[in-house]
Each structure stands twice: as structure tokens, then as C-alpha cells.
């Protein structure tokens, strides 16, 4: 298996469509730890200025919180990691014969779920390798050869359910909708879980899958945290000097 953060530099895979990494490396830190790859000095610095100074994790996150502000490239990762794990990850154990596993992304609208999959269908065709991989496309789903399909909606529980989740990504959950709503965020949380821990009972309760939620508001975390899943929350209310990432804003990553 490929690591993620070698497949991002990689010109003829992710790369190919991330271009220069000099505005990468916050990120790259966030994804090596996330995913269990081990750190280097530089890293382990960079990371403890966005953890609080707490330790990375030992082993691949179930649960990755990041609260990234406006232009620090959430979305396009978000689309780079959902092209990763439907692509170089093996997940035959985890699909019976026949059944098709989604990597989904939420988001909280039609015109932002389109902006994903316009990024998740660039990491695609940008690659000689990846553009390979792809059967067919619709306005809202890639089809693999994998038998992997990367899928991009609005955050509705009612579409969720009836599927086998491989990763849930959710884009700009801060503003997803309340409790008042017809599709309430915290049902939409709990339809996910249930297609996930389908997995984990195949792996011995450990759940394969990274689950990544982008959020623009900190406050929204207390909303999905009340659970034992192994959960890792990145964040820092400014951006520290040489983490090399381009923001206006804060960002919590």
C-alpha cells in the first residue's frame, strides 16, 4: 500500500492534481499522524502547535476532527483523501461478492457537494495512473473498477442509510443543519455509524475506515464527540510561523 502522503507527491497520482507541496505541509503533518504514519522532528513540531501539544496518535485514527478556516484547502484534501482510501486502500475483505462499498462525502449544499466532486473527479483525471480506475460518472458519483464508488450529496440521513460506508467525510459541518431541521446534523451522524461499525465487526472491532469531518466552528465539536471511538481533534487559532499553510483566517487543522 501506498502511504498518503507519498500518493500526494506522487506527479503521476494525487500529486498530479495538488501540484507544489510548499502549501501542503500542515496538511501532509495532519494526514501522516492521522492515518499512523510515524513523524519527523519537523513534523512532530508542527503537530504538537495544531494538538494542544498532546502525542499523535500510535495507530490510524478511527475519528479525525479538523476546524479549518476559510482557503486553508479543507475541501480540496477532503476530496484528496476520499480519492486515497477509494483507490489505494484494499477493502475486499470488508465487501461481500457483489457489493459495492461508497466512499461519501456530505456537504451542506447541492453547490458545495459539487465543488468535492469536481475535486475528487480532478485527482482522477489529472493521474495517467488513477484516470484508469474510473468506469463511469454522474453529477454526484464516481464509479471505480474496485467496485468503489466516491459519492458527494447534501447531508441528509435519508440518503445514507442502505449503504455500505468504507469513509464518511463531512464537508463544513458547522453549518450543517440543527435539530430543528428536517435533517438534523446529529441524525445524519448517527445513520453513518451504523454502516461503519458494519466493518468493524469484520475486523475484530476495530473499525478500518477514517472518518473526517471538516468543521468551521469549534463549538459544533460537543455536538458528535460523546462517544468511545478513538477520535483525534487537530486545532490552533492562528497559523504558527513555517507550517507553510496559506490562510487569511484562522484554522484549526
Not at 56 to 69: D, I, S, T
Not at 238 to 250: E, F, T, Y
Request: hydrophobic share 40%.
Amino acid at each position: 500500500m501506498i502511504p498518503i502522503d507519498e500518493a500526494l507527491s506522487d506527479p503521476k497520482l494525487l500529486g498530479a492534481a495538488l501540484g507544489s507541496l510548499d502549501s501542503w505541509q500542515t496538511w501532509l503533518t495532519v494526514l501522516r499522524a492521522a492515518f499512523g504514519i510515524e513523524l519527523n522532528r519537523q513534523d512532530r513540531r508542527a503537530f504538537a502547535s495544531i494538538a494542544g501539544n498532546r502525542k499523535p496518535p500510535q495507530q490510524k485514527v478511527q475519528e479525525l476532527w479538523c476546524v479549518a478556516g476559510r482557503g486553508s484547502g479543507k475541501s480540496r484534501i477532503a476530496a484528496a483523501v476520499s480519492v486515497y482510501v477509494a483507490c489505494f486502500l484494499d477493502h475486499k475483505s470488508k465487501l461481500s461478492p457483489g457489493e459495492t462499498g461508497f466512499v461519501l462525502t456530505l456537504s451542506p449544499s447541492l453547490d458545495q457537494s459539487r465543488i468535492i466532486f469536481n475535486y475528487c473527479y480532478a485527482f482522477l483525471d489529472s493521474s495517467p495512473i488513477l484516470r484508469q480506475q474510473v468506469i463511469d460518472a454522474n453529477s454526484t458519483e464516481i464509479r471505480l473498477k474496485n467496485n468503489i464508488v466516491i459519492s458527494t450529496h447534501t447531508n441528509s440521513f435519508r440518503t445514507i442509510r442502505g449503504r455500505t460506508l468504507l469513509t464518511a467525510v463531512f464537508d463544513e459541518s458547522a453549518f450543517w443543519r440543527s435539530d430543528e431541521s428536517a435533517s438534523p446534523d446529529t441524525e445524519v451522524y448517527r445513520a453513518i455509524l451504523p454502516s461503519l461499525s458494519k466493518n468493524a465487526l469484520e475486523a475484530q472491532l476495530r473499525l478500518p475506515h477514517l472518518l473526517l469531518r471538516w468543521l468551521a466552528v469549534a463549538s459544533k465539536l460537543t455536538r458528535f464527540t460523546h462517544t468511545s471511538r478513538f477520535t483525534h481533534t487537530l486545532c490552533f487559532p492562528k497559523i504558527p510561523s513555517g507550517l507553510g499553510v496559506a490562510s487569511s483566517g484562522g484554522i484549526i487543522a
